[in-house]
């Protein structure tokens, strides 16, 4: 069995009259490890897959198991405790608390769960030792995004959910901040779930599922993930 | 047309942002209620009572005189310009005991033109047998429609009266719930219980007891305006210059009579003497026959005697001579009558012998000569024997005659006996005569005399200020209108902050649509335009509906208060557009200023700056950190609610003020209470020490066993003036300076005792402070008759009712009678208390009793109307603070949204989050509430010096328990609002707000 099973999941919004199906059917699975990224245009139902992932969403129907557990089960606080324990979360515009230091937003991050990693070291592990006693506003954008990515993982989380990590930077800021998730993934051992519209990214994931008006279209499995370094877009 | 598209885009932006519509919706509302509602109770009350007055006919003015009044008196007011109508009214008061109560009425002719009655139930007197009562009447006794009063009462012609129904008077719209009084009294406990009506004609007084008097023009004002003042003065002046006049018709004319009631006694006197003379001379001229007569039978009796003893004295004799012969005969009285018959027997013997025997023979001649002894014998004893007759008989005579004497001495006797009686009888009843008469004498000398010191009448003219209950009614309101000038300035401040936070946040919200209209050419002013609109829709409909609920519910709510004190029917809600108009401009130029402020300072911005999403607060290290000691012992979370409370220093700025403000006046609301609550403990148990005092008439003497009774503990006698200190009304206290003590806590501010010495005098503190008088200073101050007096203050003492000016008896310039006892007594029951007073109240110099109980009942339940106009500023304040509590909570939210969903995706449970955001509330809560307390311990003291009555002092000082409750409170609605945040927090979508840039 697979670490995360997507079975059936539909989502349905209701817009008034309209009823919006944002995943159709969509069903996938994700190994133990692996960097996936899931691929799509806009409104195809990757980002409502990836809160659905989250434990941000809830679906209308259909099974999602982590671990053997099924997610959609949860109670409101049974998902809050989810995402508080086994999920980390990167966004496009980083969302720190602008009040808090670098250090302290990981902190904020960390004094909910007992089985975490050092603010300190995660911060260094993503090359913000000098840093990280800056407020947010004291920061670039691939350093804030660092930083959100040091608060995602200092938590130790089963699960990094990335939604367009490199949406606000520049390629070279880019880069970095992939190159930072390839490594987390394959040091820290931390499957890392990336969506993107940027089909370049693809080339580095070992799994790509790509999106299409809701359903799951093609999933890719990639042998040989290319190094962040070549990739080119 | 051509649509302006800046409009649609205002109306859709209300539509749209209904919850920032809202709050300065409310608070404009709220604003506007408070200070239209306030503003509006004095104006309503007033109308109302005016009307009530107008209604029932209310007099202007009222004319008492201390020798009654007249037909003629009532001509000569009529005569005088100005004057629409003139009635005088007869009254009497009367006790009325039924077998377990009694109570005071009074019963006053029916009035037709000024006072008049208003009917409740049944009908009006017809005949003079028939009374209306006023309902209290009924309902507090047992009696009812139909049923019988007896009233005994010398100036009604009727002993009995019919109760044909039930009136209410404007005289009397105190409503006292506690006693029941209607004016004082002489009699009875001294209170009037209860007020009835007959009609005129059923009085037998030859004088009026009061007339009433209305003047022309009056009516279209209202009681307290300057015209109407105006108009009753210069009415007063009027009255004031024909009063010399009227006052000298009446001394004449009640001179004359009682002259002509002296004639007509003195006469009848005279005549009745006369007579009581006459009778008197018949009876010591029958005295003097009487004794003559007794002379002429004395001089009889010994007459009598004397013949009577003469005739003794010639029996004794014969019957000695009898007695002789006797002896000599040597017979005793027994024999005669044998003696004689054996005599008799031998001459009857001799003679027949005689007979037989020859004439001249010896024999014969023996015989013969026999015989003529023997004749001679008989003949002796035949006058013996008469003598024995004559002298029983006379013996029977003397006998008889003996009776008869003593008969005659035994009338005789009682005759003198009678005689000595009547004698008696006459000197008495000449001595009571000649008292009688000099007595008599003396009372018409004493009446005469009486008569040329007869006291000239003096008239009172009183107008309706000088009414209590409107006097009171008049005060009460203006404590309420003080109050309406300080509390809704707290309200506008309030709303001016919560609009300008929340008009800000609009703008800052909008900055890319202005933004964008900017960089299309659209002139400042259009884009202003819809904030201004938005701003004022908000205000002005808020204003309105609070305006018209203000001016409804407010004076309404004050007055169904004041209506437990003063009985004046139907209230009238006046429209007083002015007062709406006012307070939504004042609304108005506050919200709608913030909202030009706050505009305009982002207009001034480029359009590009706009456009450009504002960065977010930049996160700043805050001084506390500084203090490393400190901060190091904070808790992560801590830390992070230090750093936001400084990050949104607007807001909290604006949390804190706007609680301030709200608790403020909820700690004012609590210190007016506190001010008033313990007035009438602290004045009639701790200032007061006795229990009752007595009203004594300082023209009588005062009965030296009064006061002998074992409830009595202690007496203290005391002499109580009216006086004035320029126009405040004062009372004079003089008592002996060692007595003082027992009734009267005299100490100084300092809580040190202070003693009354010789010439010079204690004052209270308000009158002190009144007329900023200080130790050592000079009071002056005039009596009744105008008399002035100066004195060195020696002594401020503590004091919360009525002004005092104490002095020691002995010092005082003119010496008064003692008018006043007040009384330290033994405890007892209600109806031991009841019997107390009518034992007082049988004497003759004691006018009246009050306990001091009932006077702390009274004023407590004074003071108890007071207490629900708190609550009516507790309730306003509650809303207050948790419109900007609720308000800027939202805002907050509102603001950081982002944040919050950061937290959420986290993986901070719905708690951690809320503590997250409300601890800064609470935080700005408590500074808030401290803020407050200080505020509030200022604004205390300034409402509480406005509010508070020239004749009574309150108490400044605010109760730990009101800074608690005050606390409390806003905490509670800390936690409501946070409460309800909750649910807003819970309903924040985090997908959506991570997404957005804000």
Redesign the interface.
Known sequence: MAYIEFKKVNKIYQMGEVEIHALNEASFEIEKGELVVILGPSGAGKTTCLNILGGMDEVTSGEVLIDGKDITKLTRSERIKYRRHDIGFVFQFYNLVQNLTALENVELAVQLCKDHLSPNRVLNKVGLNERKNNFPSQLSGGEQQRVAIARAIAKNPKLLLCDEPTGALDDKTGKQILKLLEETCHKEKITIVIVTHNSAIAKMADKIIKFKNGTVEEIQKNSKPLPVEEIEW | MKKNRIVTNSLRTIKRSFSRFLPLFTISMLGVFVFAGLQSVKPDMLKTLDQFLDEHQFYDLKIVSTKGLTEDDIQALKNIENVKQVEGSYSVDTLIQEEDYEFVINISSLPQKINTVTLQEGRLPTSNQEIVVEENFLKKTSYKIGDIIKIDEENLKEKEFTIVGTITSALYFNNDTINQNRGTTTIGMGTINYYTYVLESAFKNAYMNAIFVKANNTEEYLTSEKNYLQEVDSLIQKIEAKKPEREQARYDFLYQEIQKEIEVKETDGQKEFASIEKKLNQAKQTLNTNKKTLTDSKKKIAEFSKNLETMKTELETEEKKFQEVLTNMSINDLEIESLLQKTNENITLLNQQLVTLKENSLEYQNTLKQLKTLEEQQKNLLSLQNAKIKIKEGKKEIEANQKKLEDFTNQYQIGQKNYQKGLTEYQNSMQAYQKSKKEFEEKINEAKKELETLEKPVWYIYDRSDLTTYQDYIDDITSINNLSQIIPVVFFAVAILVSLISMNRMVEEERIEIGTLKSLGFTSFSILHKYLLFSSIATILGGIIGGILGIIILPTMIFNIYSMLFHVPNFKIGLNLGIIFFSLILSFFCIGGTTIFTVEKVLKEKPSELMRPK??????RIFLENCKWFWKRLS??N??TF??LF?YKKRGIATIIGITGCSAIMLCGFGIRDAIIDIANLQFKETFHYDGMVYLNSEKPIDSKLFENPKIKKVVKAVNQNVKVDNIDAILFAAKSDEIDEIVNLQNKENRKITLQKESVIITDKLADLKKLNVGDTITWMDENNNSYEYQISGITKNYLNHYIYIDEDSMKTKSNTNSAYLKLNDMTKEEKDAFASELLNHEEVLNISYTEDMLLKVKDMLTSLNKVVIIILVLSAILSFVVLYNLSNININERK??I??????????KEVDHYITKENIIFTLFGILLGCIAGYFLTNYVITTVEIEKARFIHHISIYSYLYTALITITFTFIVNFVIHFHLKKID??AS??S?D
């Open positions: 960065a977010p607060k930049k996160g700043k992560f979370s830390k992070v750093r936001n990050r982002r944040e969903s950061t937290l959420k995706v986290l993986g901070f449970y719905d985090m997908i991570l997404k840039v």
